[in-house]
């Protein structure tokens, strides 16, 4: 358990710690970013957002659900990364980056291959160049999944995940209740939104559904996400592609930041301590929402504290 974590008195509750960031805070269009086009092995690409310069270390972010450079907690973290002297770059998922991918396929939860032909290729860019980096949410999925299937193999100093769905058959039940479906709806209109625009100027290898007949986060993975990528159904893709099973093959120093007030999981999707390698520490915070973490003594002087814990778990292998 951690209580370096104080959340604003302002923001009581985890939904308002969530809602914050994402309505309230201000636009960081003063940082720097540069895209780069990155060609992957298939035939299709994937585009990295840079920030900062020189050639210090190389801290990779992987973004959440429909995320993007645009989401409120990337350029933060990437100005924040430049202020230790290190690069940052977002990797988006395939089709997040406001630009139409060219194969079929798009992203999912369990998808590893592209973080590791990213990483892989910055190695040989630039050898003897640190690496190390951080995922939210899905994204937090994906690198904890890929830090497990590579092992001892792994290159990265160090590694973060925030706000992890460890179970993602529990955490679609759980976006599934109350207020939280909120959440839901907003994220189900953009992924079909998505789907139609992708499939607008090249034919579609499934049936896409109306929205009217997708009600649940659960539904579009059965109807969408499981068969564009060789899933039998969405049960077959939650066991798949869920981290939790490759957590004690982790051998990269690797933090995990927690809320138990995630409106997106319940507390037993937790990893208990003998489901974590010797390698990686849980900070389990009270109060903190989903990729929330706000602080502050006022709504105008609202502080971001992943912006300061990330980098100080870095600076220790950086």
């Known amino acids: 358990m951690s209580e370096s974590f104080k959340p604003a008195w302002w923001?009581?509750?985890?939904?308002?710690?969530?809602?914050?960031?994402?309505?309230?805070?201000?636009?960081m269009n003063h940082i720097s970013i540069t895209r780069e086009r990155f060609e992957l092995p298939d035939g299709d690409f994937v585009d990295l957002d840079w920030s900062g310069s020189g050639n210090g270390p190389i801290v990779i972010m992987l973004h959440g659900l429909e995320g993007?450079?645009?989401?409120?907690?990337?350029?933060?973290?990437?100005?924040?990364?430049?202020?230790?002297?290190?690069?940052?770059?977002?990797m988006h998922f395939r089709c997040c980056s406001g630009e139409r991918n060219r194969l079929p396929r798009t992203y999912h939860s369990g998808e590893t291959g592209d973080i590791n032909t990213i990483v892989t290729a910055l190695s040989h860019r630039e050898p003897g160049v640190s690496l190390a980096a951080m995922g939210f949410s899905l994204g937090g999925n994906v690198l904890l999944k890929w830090l497990g299937e590579?092992?001892?193999?792994?290159?990265?100093?160090?590694?973060?995940?925030?706000?992890?769905?460890?179970?993602?058959?529990?955490?679609?039940?759980?976006?599934?209740?109350?207020?939280?479906?909120?959440?839901?709806?907003?994220?189900?209109?953009?992924?079909?939104?998505k789907m139609q625009w992708k499939f607008r100027e090249q034919a579609s290898p499934i049936h896409i559904p109306p929205l009217s007949e997708l009600h649940t986060i659960r539904d579009f993975d059965e109807a969408v996400t499981a068969p564009?990528?060789?899933?039998?159904?969405?049960?077959?893709?939650?066991?798949?592609?869920?981290?939790?099973?490759?957590?004690?093959?982790?051998h990269v120093p690797t933090l995990l930041l927690q809320a138990k007030d995630d409106p997106f999981m319940t507390e037993d999707l937790l990893p208990?301590?003998?489901?974590?390698?010797s390698a990686m520490t849980l900070e389990l915070t009270e109060k903190?929402?989903?990729?929330?973490f706000v602080s502050g003594p006022l709504p105008w002087q609202a502080e971001y504290w992943l912006e300061k814990r990330v980098p100080l778990f870095l600076k220790e292998y950086l």
Not at 272 to 277: A, I, K, N
Not at 288 to 292: K, R, S, T, W
């Open 11 to 27: 923001l009581s509750n985890n939904h308002l710690q969530t809602l914050w960031p994402t309505l309230c805070r201000r636009p």
């Open 68 to 90: 993007s450079i645009d989401s409120p907690y990337a350029k933060g973290m990437l100005h924040a990364m430049s202020r230790h002297g290190w690069r940052g770059v977002l």
């Open 150 to 193: 590579s092992g001892k193999n792994n290159i990265l100093k160090a590694a973060i995940a925030i706000s992890v769905p460890f179970e993602l058959d529990k955490s679609a039940n759980r976006i599934n209740q109350g207020f939280s479906r909120l959440y839901q709806w907003h994220l189900l209109r953009s992924l079909h939104n």
């Open 228 to 250: 564009l990528h060789g899933f039998a159904n969405a049960e077959e893709y939650y066991a798949k592609s869920s981290c939790r099973p490759y957590l004690r093959n982790i």
């Open 272 to 277: 208990g301590p003998d489901e974590l390698s």
């Open 288 to 292: 903190g929402g989903h990729v929330g």
